[in-house]
């Protein structure tokens, strides 16, 4: 693990990920418990982020289901649904979400040699715009960062 990164808080190493993905891939509203670095190799992605805050907004699953970590707000359109008939379902269904939450989301556009940053417990939303590759180095750290 580079110093540097020790500096900023890295304790301990997680894992290294490569993502490969083809344009139009959705990796949906969820949170990840660790700290990641994600840099942008090939291609483009697009990144809505929201602070850890703002997490009970999003009405995560429970721990012990097979979606543990994902929201149950799902804010990518389906292709069987006007995107006004989607958002209406959403708004009814989770109101925090919408009051709280919504309008809060930074966005990040990567393309190659770009990175971004996100702490543990971020919910986050990424689309791959066109083919893409991207190396994540996810960590742990014990100490506010």
């Known amino acids: 693990m580079p110093e540097s990164w020790r500096r900023l808080g890295a304790e301990a190493a997680g894992c290294t990920d490569f993502w490969v993905s083809t344009g139009g891939t959705v990796s949906p509203l969820h949170y990840d418990g660790t700290h990641t670095f994600l840099a942008q ?19 995560p699953y429970p721990l012990g289901h097979p979606l543990y970590r994902r ?7 389906p292709e069987w649904a006007t995107e006004e008939e989607h ?18 989301a930074e966005e990040a ?8 940053f996100f702490p543990a417990f971020w919910f986050h939303h990424t689309e791959s715009l066109d083919l893409s590759f991207s190396v994540g180095f996810r960590y742990f750290s014990v100490r506010a960062a």
């Open 109 to 116: 556009l990567l393309g190659p040699g770009d990175a971004v």
């Open 41 to 59: 190799v090939k291609g483009r992605k697009r990144m809505l982020l929201w602070p850890a805050e703002a997490i009970g907004a999003f009405s």
């Open 71 to 77: 929201s149950r707000v799902d804010i990518q359109v």
């Open 87 to 104: 958002l209406a379902e959403q708004r009814r269904q989770f109101p925090a979400f919408f009051a709280q939450a919504a309008d809060e």
